[in-house]
């Protein structure tokens, strides 16, 4: 055992639930909703891991103190935009601790929509529904351990569990057959999903990174996700899956100069006709009105859409 070596290693804490409230003059309040992960990294931890040496980890229940005392002590508008708020986390653990080689952090936002009576919004009162997951995850890295003066920064945001519906313009023929296929062509078919997407930016300018619009592109992603799958005519006339992904990734792309790249994974949720031929009703191709949902098997389709100068394709 002791001739083994460690290829890898972090540590943490995991499920930190902290809540910011930012309060207006007016009575107009602000509510962050965030679970955090943090992790450390470093050459100079390996002895907790071999010898049972912690004289130099920081215990996770300090990075949970940090987490809160960042909430506190930070400017509001470091705290409210979920992607500022982990590479300050993220930045204060490297730049604190010499032996920190690398700071990796995960937020993910619990939304809550402001409530609305007549057409005017509640000051102070938030419900929550059931939609999408905003999240983050900021790795901090030192170029030249143990120096704090150069870092480099990769983020990562985007949103899991938007769930997607259309009940036509979308197919799925002319693909590969053999033995094996079953499937009919399916010249038109409901089309269900669960996006997961997200998208990266590298830089080593922390302070320039951090002034990106990310509540604005996180709109925006959204927003090019749903009008790609809804009213894109490229999408209806290639009407695959791949090919709504394809463009939702492009769209984002276009949009937004500062992400590098943008990845998706859409589980294709089957909604097959239901055959009532033995009822001696018509319910398939053009009949169908009928459909059972499969929740799995499902279809999976995922890619990584980046720059022409990054990419293949």
């Not at 960042?70 to 653990?93: D, G, N, Q, R």
């Not at 032996?99 to 938030?126: A, Q, Y």
């Not at 983050?136 to 704090?148: D, F, G, L, M, R």
């Not at 033995?179 to 009919?184: F, G, K, R, V």
Request: neutral net charge; contains cysteine.
């Amino acid at each position: 055992m002791e001739n083994s070596v460690i290829k890898s290693q972090a540590y943490g804490k995991d499920l930190v639930r902290v809540v910011r409230v930012v309060r207006h003059p007016d009575g107009w309040q602000e509510i962050a909703d965030y679970t955090v992960r943090c992790l450390l990294s470093g050459e100079e931890f390996g002895p907790s891991y071999t010898k049972g040496d912690n004289k130099l980890v920081v215990a996770t229940d300090s990075q949970k103190n940090t987490v809160f005392y960042l909430a506190k002590t930070l400017p509001a508008e470091k705290v409210m935009v979920p992607e500022v708020f982990a590479t300050e986390i993220a930045s204060f653990m490297v730049n604190k601790y010499a032996h920190v080689t690398t700071c990796h952090v995960k937020i993910t936002t619990k939304p809550w929509e402001r409530m609305r009576f007549d057409n005017k919004s509640h000051p102070h009162s938030f419900y929550r529904e059931g939609k999408e997951s905003r999240w983050t995850e900021a790795v901090i890295t030192k170029n030249s351990p143990p120096s704090a003066s150069s870092l480099t920064t990769a983020l990562t945001s985007g949103f899991y569990d938007l769930e997607v519906l259309k009940t036509t313009n979308s197919s799925f023929v002319d693909f590969w057959r053999d033995e094996l296929a079953t499937l009919p062509d399916m010249p038109d078919r409901v089309l269900s999903t669960r996006v997961l997407c997200q998208w990266k930016f590298v830089s080593t300018d922390l302070a320039k990174l951090q002034q990106q619009p990310f509540d604005a592109i996180y709109a925006g992603a959204k927003r090019n996700t749903l009008d790609s799958f809804a009213n894109d005519p490229r999408a209806w006339v290639h009407a695959s899956v791949q090919t709504t992904l394809y463009i939702m990734a492009d769209r984002i792309l276009n949009d937004f100069a500062a992400v590098d790249d943008v990845y998706y994974a859409l589980p294709n949720i089957h909604y097959f006709p239901f055959d009532m031929s033995k009822f001696g009703l018509k319910n398939l191709q053009s009949d169908a009105e009928v459909y059972m949902p499969l929740a799995d098997p499902s279809g999976y389709i995922t890619a990584t859409i980046s720059r022409p100068s990054k990419g293949k394709y």
